[in-house]
């Protein structure tokens, strides 16, 4: 679904956009306009994010474009249910319209993007208890072929996966975060994220090896 328009259905008015207005960053006030023959599309993304900041809509809009396939693949892989994974993406845009003026560096708003997303797949879910405990991978948590049939690829085995182990895997390899990243965005260990990210990796490998050999001795069959 498009978020097009996004700022505007959420009634948040400029004025209060405003009094939220962050301290000052390393973009002088002389720079908070576009620069005349520009358009939101060819301006960089510091600027954009801290004209955002300031309440502009189309600033905003702009951000969402640019980045909303991010957000959307990064809930995709996590939730394997598209409109699961769009309705979380467009909260995570309500979130960046609603705090976007309190980031105070507009060259951190990658990494801050990724942390709310995470934040919102997290409470989604309620399982920040079980995160924080590290839930363990079990090899007998769910059967193979039975969920995932002949269609099996890593999304599928991902799928398997008990959460927390999924989470850390998706913001390694997907969203391309490092291990203290993750570790800081989701209030693991460092340790249980990287034990995490290795058993996964074994896991998922066990996963696909198992679905190739099924499928070969069907080809020979």
């Known amino acids: 679904m498009p978020f097009r328009g996004l700022g505007g259905r959420l009634g948040l008015r400029a004025a209060e956009a405003r009094r939220r207005r962050p301290a000052r960053s390393p973009l002088a006030a002389c720079e908070l306009a576009l620069v005349p023959g520009a358009t939101y599309a060819t301006t960089p993304e510091p600027l954009v994010v801290r004209l955002a900041g300031r309440g502009d809509q189309r600033a905003f809009e702009e ?3 640019r980045r909303q396939s991010r957000v959307r693949n990064l809930m995709r892989r996590l939730s394997r249910d598209t409109s ?3 309705d979380l993406a467009q ?4 979130r960046v319209w609603r705090t976007i003026a309190q980031l105070q560096d507009p060259l951190r708003f990658p990494g801050w993007l990724k942390r709310l997303a995470v934040n919102v797949w997290l409470q ?3 399982k920040l208890d079980a995160l924080a405990a590290g839930e363990a991978i079990e090899d007998h948590d769910r059967p193979v072929h039975d969920s ?3 269609a099996i690829d890593i999304d599928h085995a991902l799928a398997l996966l ?10 390694s390899y997907h969203a391309e975060m490092s291990h203290a990243e993750i570790a800081d965005a989701t209030a693991l260990p460092l340790g249980t994220v990287k034990s995490h990210i290795r058993r996964g990796t074994e896991r998922l490998e066990t996963l696909l090896a198992a679905y190739a050999n099924g499928a070969s001795k069907e080809a020979m069959s």
């Open 63 to 65: 951000l969402v474009r």
């Open 84 to 86: 699961l994974a769009d």
């Open 91 to 94: 909260q995570v845009f309500i």
């Open 124 to 126: 989604h879910h309620r």
């Open 148 to 150: 995932v049939g002949t």
């Open 162 to 171: 008990p959460a927390p182990v999924r989470l850390c895997l998706v913001l």
